[in-house]
């Protein structure tokens, strides 16, 4: 069976300072691996995703996440936090083989302080 | 267009009462979804429907009943439903690309629903 976890239900940073969430997973098959963001009272959007190939991922709104098989994480980053960036992030995996089914970690809350 | 509507946005229903939660795509998507998320917790999957055809039930009780009419729609009749199914209902879309779980899901705003 496969899980992720993200470390960190909360975090606080303040606008211009580095944005780090923390995922990891942990899967018998290759994983792919996705972030997604849901702002209040919407449904989740698409940040990035990791499928194969190159380790480092670039996606909307300035974020990027780094595969490292070895350390089974995906964290998520952004050098510099905007107001608009509080919301609520969640890493999501889906087993190699066929099968759409996603798999949630617990989500992370990013607050954003001026 | 990524578009992924749902329709009521709000629903307040009793536990007697008979609803339907809907959902529209118009990307030609062959796979939807539906999601349950309580506050403060990640989507739960419920159903997937692939080519119309039901695909995944996550042992959702029987008080849920999800129909694909169409490729672009998705409903889902809600029946006796209890005050613990209160939640944030999501439906997402995907392209369902053969042999692969790498398709993006499109997920609409939600139906936030209530049962008194």
Redesign the interface.
């Known amino acids: 069976a496969q899980s992720v976890t993200q470390l960190g239900s909360h975090v606080s940073v303040s606008e211009g300072a580095l944005v780090l969430l923390r995922c990891n997973y942990s899967s018998s098959v290759p994983p792919y691996l996705f972030w997604y963001v849901q702002y209040p009272n919407q449904g989740l959007q698409l940040l990035l995703k990791y499928t194969t190939g190159a380790t480092l991922v670039k996606g909307i709104n300035g974020f990027e996440a780094e595969f490292k098989k070895s350390e089974t994480s995906f964290h998520l980053t952004k050098p510099s936090a905007h107001m608009s960036d509080a919301a609520e992030y969640f890493c999501a995996v889906t087993k190699g083989a066929a099968g759409n089914k996603l798999t949630f970690g617990g989500g992370t809350r990013v607050l954003v302080k001026p | 267009d990524t578009e992924?509507t749902q329709t009521p946005k709000h629903l307040v229903m009793g536990m007697t009462n008979k609803k339907s939660l809907k959902c529209e795509q118009h990307m030609g998507h062959r796979?939807m979804?539906w999601y349950k998320q309580k506050a403060?917790?990640?989507?739960e999957?419920m159903f997937?429907y692939s080519y119309e055809k039901l695909s995944?039930n996550e042992s959702v009780p029987s008080r849920f009943s999800p129909e694909c009419p169409n490729s672009s729609l998705l409903n889902l009749h809600l029946h006796a439903l209890q005050p613990e199914d209160s939640a944030l209902y999501?439906c997402?879309s995907?392209q369902?690309t053969?042999?692969?779980?790498?398709?993006?899901?499109?997920?609409?705003?939600?139906t936030?629903l209530t049962v008194l």
């Open positions: 992924v796979a979804y403060k917790k990640p989507p999957l997937v995944i999501l997402a995907s369902e053969a042999g692969t779980s790498t398709d993006t899901q499109y997920f609409g705003p939600g936030r």
